[in-house]
């Protein structure tokens, strides 16, 4: 049975993880792009739906707990 601190503790775990990614994939791509690369597109543009995976996977863990 999944109890409440379970799903709070997925949410600390998605948000820190997503938050971590998805910073890294921002920051360096940000900075490639001033930097005049343009392969810094290719990081920052799938960087925000790239930072949900981690949570999705970890939602999909404790759903099978089920």
Excluded: E, F
């Amino acid at each position: 049975m999944i109890t409440r601190g379970d799903i709070i503790w997925l949410g600390i775990s998605a948000g820190v993880t997503g938050s971590l990614i998805g910073g890294m994939m921002l920051g360096i791509g940000m900075d490639l792009i001033v930097n005049q690369q343009p392969w810094g597109w290719l990081l920052l543009l799938p960087g925000a739906p790239v930072s949900a995976i981690p949570g999705w996977l970890l939602a999909r863990k404790l759903v099978r707990q089920l």
